[in-house]
């Protein structure tokens, strides 16, 4: 089990851009592969984007070509990039270690103008 604690969201404009960040103090952060995933209120929560021990990514196809993920091993971090916002992008964000069934309090995005 790896606590994960998000930050970075907020309130942006359709079209605009957010950076959320997510990080641990677990010192085995290196050995397993990290989600992002996003719940919008009504919906179940779903993966958005994940990147595993080799910085192998994928994407959900609502998300691909505008969200980035990526990871710092040595700040224990994952980042996931967000670009050309969508107002149905609104959501509150998680990220989980693979494997791990413990969430945090997320982060909010919401798009909005």
């Known amino acids: 089990q790896v606590q994960l604690v998000e930050s970075g969201g907020g309130l942006v404009q359709p079209g605009g851009s957010l950076t959320l960040s997510c990080v641990t103090s677990d010192s085995s952060f290196s050995s397993y592969g990290i989600g992002w995933y996003r719940q919008i209120p009504g919906k179940q929560r779903e993966q958005v984007a994940g990147?595993?021990?080799?910085?192998?990514?994928h994407y959900v196809d609502d998300v691909k070509g505008r969200f980035t993920i990526s990871r710092d091993n040595a700040k224990k971090t994952v980042y996931l990039q967000m670009i050309d916002l969508k107002p149905e992008d609104t959501a509150v964000y998680y990220c989980r270690a693979f494997g791990s069934n413990i969430w945090g309090s997320g982060t909010q995005v919401t798009v909005s103008s």
């Open positions: 990147i595993g021990i080799t910085d192998l990514t």
